[in-house]
């Protein structure tokens, strides 16, 4: 059976009775909620010297420890691979980065904001991050629960999305909160 090839975009149809749209999977890919996923994810502060670039363009952390390859969460990583940042102390810190310099014994690794997630119009509240490896984070995924307004200034949170459910969901003003008991999910957002 021949198959009708539609062009890439959002298109309307009448069963009768009612109007309804429909999306071709090319848009629902390069429109939905689309993030590239993380090789790793932190799993505790990074003791690094945070730049915030233009706004949060070009922002990195830099290693303020001790000269070291970086390896996160179990994994030797390279130039180019993406990381989840979510657990730093100032939480404006956190976010996605890709490697811009793994370091060694005589130079300071690097990682700089991933290009598709350095301003508040792609920080949006509800994203969600896929994590491939680790030994602690290894096949997560990671939603953004704050809204964030301005990079460098405001926290940037993210929240365990578990098989079951959400997790230890904690949140301040503007955040999502997740409240779990007896297995039941409440969740409200603050004012």
Known sequence: MAQLALP???YEFNDGTSWFSLASENWVLNNVNKILPCAVATTANLTATYSNGTSGVGATLTNSGRFATLAIDGL???????????DQTAALQNGIYTVTNIGGATVNWVLTRATDFDSPTQMVRGK????ISGTVNAVTSWMLTGAVATVGTDSITFARLAKSGLDTVLGTTNQITVTVTNNVATVSISS
Do not use: Y
């Open 8 to 10: 890439v975009g959002k």
């Open 76 to 86: 030797n990583l390279a130039v180019g691979n993406r990381v989840l940042v979510k």
């Open 128 to 131: 969600t991050i896929d994590v």
